[in-house]
């Protein structure tokens, strides 16, 4: 399975501001780069408070979005808090829980293993694989980004960054990793950086 996950954020790897205020950081450009991302991946992948917080579509919308294949919408929620009146309790999501599954609107629920309380990340990439997905793009929030972080399973980074900064008190991109050191970081090799409207995408590959 590939993984990659996207952050749009500010120059300081915030996703919102300290009051939960995200729309939009990232300018018009580099949206639309995004859901040509979308378009590329067999899935696409929130933790519910993303959904909680934005009530997301996660489609593709792109000129012409009518001949692209939508990629499945994915929820991680351990409690199954997703609304039923949410955009995404529909068909061509799945969420994936550690609770007993129950009906969501009109969405697949799917129970995988959970050692802390949240679905794991392996085991949520192998219930996408079942569905025949062989890639998945991460889009938020910062405890998914974190989970997959340090599982080890995040292959690429695609970093949006827009030149406006939202101090410490913002929302970071990636929750606490626990590391002890250094040397237990996640390592990525940047492979390209270009400017996109005002805002600047950068590539990075996982180094294993």
């Known amino acids: 399975m590939r993984v990659t996950l996207k952050l749009a954020t500010s120059l300081d790897g915030r996703i919102a501001t300290g009051s939960g205020e995200s729309k939009w950081i990232t300018g018009e450009a580099a949206r639309v780069e ?20 934005d009530d997301p579509e996660l489609t593709v919308r792109l000129p012409r979005s009518d001949e692209i294949r939508q990629p499945l919408r994915v ?52 219930a996408l694989a079942r569905r025949g997905c062989a890639s998945v793009l991460i889009e938020g929030g910062g405890q998914v980004a974190a989970s997959f972080l340090g599982a ?10 827009a030149p406006i900064l939202l101090g410490g008190d913002g929302r970071p991109c990636v929750a606490a990793l626990a590391l002890a050191k250094l040397a ?18 950068e590539r990075y590959d996982a180094i294993r």
Not at 82 to 109: D, K, Y
């Open 34 to 53: 995004g859901h040509r991302l979308r378009a590329g991946h067999d899935a696409v992948m929130v933790g519910v408070e993303t959904v909680l917080a």
């Open 75 to 126: 929820v991680l929620d351990s409690r199954l808090r997703t609304p039923a009146t949410a955009r995404l309790a529909n068909p061509g999501t799945m969420i994936l829980t550690a609770a007993e599954p129950r009906p969501v609107g009109t969405a697949e629920v799917e129970r995988v293993e959970a050692p802390d309380g949240r679905p794991a990340p392996a085991p949520a990439l192998e």
């Open 152 to 161: 080890g399973l995040v292959d690429r980074l695609e970093w949006f960054r």
């Open 184 to 201: 237990d970081a996640p390592k990525f090799r940047r492979v390209s950086a270009e400017p996109v409207g005002d805002d600047l995408w």
